[in-house]
């Protein structure tokens, strides 16, 4: 929608019809009546006859707007014609100067699918059937964050993108613009759906971000989400990002994750909803309802719910983005369709527009799982998930009744396809496409896919199943109409205050008091000014950056608090401590200590016997703390949350009503017994795996206190 419009924002009050600078109509292939051989056609072309203005986005369009009496959606062309027909505007895609049926708004969206799919090359679609990342020129001098030839868009036919850089939303606007641009210039003209992970959260390991000018607005965790336990604040969260994304130009989402964190040891636990799978469905339906709205329109962001059929069973917490964590156990009978399918039957049920499949096989090493057998002696293919006809074609669509198109994981038809390493690269994309993936993640090589046709491995049927899975969701995206943004406007919508004041107040619910000795906390007024506190970080940054900083957050939004960095003149001590693993590393653990990034432990147990101790701890996985938890005299929880949040509860400006997410286990040896594929509160798991406090509170799922009536209610 990057109008050259100042004076026309994006908003449904102002969008009126242009009229009087487009003619009559032109000849078309639907029966629409012919026009005289001597009249205007109507046709206007973008690259000689611009609106009036410049929008800042570096690309300049023809515009018309919206009109709800004749039904005329915003249109706008950057590189293609646009005609007129009974006093109505279409883009002239491909640049024939007639209408063609896809074309043609008013007609069905099916209709216009079918259309197009029979006017593109093999070679079209198989670059539509690719994703992979996209990465713009770092602040170019000339304003062009995309090339010319760009190889993926141009080289490859390439129509869906990730995006993995944090730039300001002006800038994101402007890169989306520029390859929607490309799109344009096609030969069909069709355009691009640009893919993002979440971006309104920390994260470990992919798109993370802070509270800042400019940015998304700043949310807890998905896990912060599910401690709150507040599904209306999820679906406000989603509605609100959903309005940046839109208002960015980026239109699909890698997520939500659905995943049960039933394996403790697995560092993805951070992007979960937890270990209730009824919980992770709620959300999970909130988030995809916020985003898509009750069905897929132009307003709405896509939805790639991951990771099917269920991440979380994992073996040690071995990944398998690596060799050593290839295969899904499940050593419960039934836990898979009990505990790991209802978040992704939330999500069919929600109507979220794609799934993504893990990397893993199902290892035939598991109990019964109450699926149709692969064959005799066989429970599963041992094969991975993306391809996988069984347990796509068979559990996916069969069984759970998913209607949308399936995303493969990056990597996950490539070098990561277990149980397929024998097959060449063109068997793997066959088997993969025949299995029920619609998209492959991770290549841009659509000559596998060409070449799989030609020997006929995939038939061409096949893959015009699933690219009309995909054009239909940019069909109902809008994006063949408008796939335009406005550079500012994408700022003013992050820049609302009523947004941030709904985060701050996630970020406040999502936090859960464990500890509280001797009712330590709050803080209040009337007993703060006795305080003189001591605070610091861990890890603290370098030259204690991170310690400085968290001071300076305290001070600036508490200025009634006396710090002082002395601890021998310190009454309390308010430490904030955050492990971290990496995905990346493959190497799971979870115990506090330089193997997470705190290299100090010795000094938070000192801090805590010195004077009475707020230890916050940001659980980006269930730590095991029993070193750091003994001694402390308050522990707070934390899922990605603001410092300033933190502070407020500490103070008694908010009530903390959280609770775990998941159980904090009691040592390692419990994390070693327990089960793997089922919540730490199932009847089959171990029943002394959470971690007991010396008041004798069991560090449970669900576990949470307040300051004025003990244990926090359950909602």
Avoid: C
Wanted: no cysteine; hydrophobic share 35%.
């Amino acid at each position: 929608m990057g109008s050259i419009f100042r004076s026309l924002k994006k908003s449904k009050k102002s969008k009126k019809a242009i009229t009087g600078v487009l003619a009559l109509s032109l000849i078309t292939s639907i029966g629409i009546p012919q026009v005289a051989a001597n009249e205007n056609l109507g046709y206007v072309d973008p690259s000689t006859s611009k609106n009036p203005g410049q929008s800042g986005t570096n690309v300049e369009t023809y515009r018309v707007l919206a009109n709800s009496v004749n039904g005329q959606p915003e249109i706008e062309a950057a590189k293609k014609g646009v005609l007129t027909i009974e006093k109505k505007q279409f883009k002239d895609l491909n640049g024939n100067k007639k209408l063609d049926l896809y074309e043609d708004w008013r007609k069905p969206v099916h209709q216009r699918v079918a259309d197009l799919v029979s006017k593109m090359t093999l070679a079209e679609k198989a670059g539509l059937m690719l994703i992979n990342t996209h990465t713009p020129i770092a602040d170019p001098k000339d304003g062009k964050y995309v090339k010319s030839d760009d190889p993926l868009i141009v080289g490859k036919n390439m129509r869906y993108v990730i995006f993995r850089q944090t730039p300001t939303v002006d800038v994101i606007a402007k890169y989306t613009n520029q390859l929607q641009e490309l799109g344009e210039s096609s030969r069909l003209g069709i355009p691009v759906v640009v893919t993002s992970n979440p971006r309104n959260h920390a994260s470990t390991d992919y798109t993370n971000i802070a509270a800042s000018e400019g940015q998304h607005s700043f949310w807890p965790g998905p896990l912060g989400f599910a401690a709150a336990g507040d599904t209306n604040a999820v679906n406000e969260f989603s509605e609100i990002a959903a309005k940046e994304w839109r208002a960015a130009g980026i239109r699909k989402v890698y997520g939500y994750t659905a995943d049960i964190a039933t394996d403790p040891l697995w560092a993805r636990i951070e992007d979960t909803f937890g270990e209730n799978p009824i919980v992770a469905s709620n959300m999970i339906y909130n988030v995809i309802k916020g985003f898509q709205g009750e069905k897929l329109g132009t307003e709405s962001v896509a939805i790639t719910v991951k990771h099917f059929p269920g991440g979380g069973a994992r073996d040690n917490g071995l990944d398998p983005h690596f060799v050593e964590g290839k295969f899904n156990p499940y050593p419960t009978e039934g836990s898979l369709l009990k505990y790991h399918i209802p978040p992704f039957a939330a999500a069919i049920k929600a109507n979220v527009s794609s799934i993504m499949p893990y990397y893993a096989y199902p290892t035939n090493d598991s109990a019964d799982q109450g699926l149709t057998w692969y064959s005799k002696d066989q429970q599963f293919e041992e094969v991975g998930f993306a391809l996988n006809d069984s347990i796509l074609n068979g559990l996916l669509r069969g069984k759970l009744g998913f209607k949308g198109y399936v995303n493969s994981d990056t990597g996950a038809v490539g070098e990561n396809a277990w149980g397929a390493e024998d097959l060449t690269p063109e068997q793997k994309v066959a088997k993969a496409i025949n299995a029920g993936t619609d998209i492959i993640s991770g290549s841009s090589e659509p000559q596998l896919i060409i070449d799989a046709v030609k020997k006929g491995i995939l038939s061409e049927k096949t893959v015009n199943e699933s690219i009309t899975l995909l054009l239909t969701e940019m069909m109902n995206l809008g994006l063949f109409e408008d796939p335009y943004v406005d550079a500012q406007h994408a700022l003013d919508v992050v820049a609302n205050p009523k947004a941030q004041e709904l985060a701050y107040e996630a970020h406040l619910k999502s936090l859960v008091l464990l500890r509280n000795d001797q009712n330590l906390l709050p803080l209040e007024d009337t007993t703060l000014k006795e305080v003189k506190l001591y605070v610091e970080m861990f890890p603290g940054g370098k030259d204690g950056a991170g310690t400085k900083g968290l001071i300076d957050t305290i001070k600036k939004h508490d200025p009634s608090i006396t710090i002082t960095n002395k601890l021998e003149e310190a009454t309390h001590a308010y430490i904030y401590v955050k492990p971290v693993q990496s995905n990346w590393d493959n190497n799971p653990r979870i115990t506090v200590g330089p193997e997470t990034g705190i290299t100090n432990v010795d000094r938070i147990v000192t801090i805590q016997k010195t004077v009475p101790t707020i230890t916050a701890v940001n659980m980006t996985n269930p730590w095991v703390l029993d070193e750091i938890e003994p001694n402390a005299a308050a522990l707070i929880g934390t899922f990605g949350t603001k410092a300033e949040a933190i502070m407020d509860v500490i103070r008694g400006k908010f009530n903390p009503t959280g609770k775990l997410p998941f159980a904090l286990p009691a040592s390692m040896e419990a994390v070693n017994n327990e089960v793997g594929d089922v919540p730490s509160y199932a009847p089959e798991e171990d029943a002394s795996y959470s971690y007991v406090n010396k008041s004798g509170d069991a560090y449970k799922y669900g576990f949470g206190l307040s300051y004025n009536h003990g244990k926090a209610k359950k909602k």
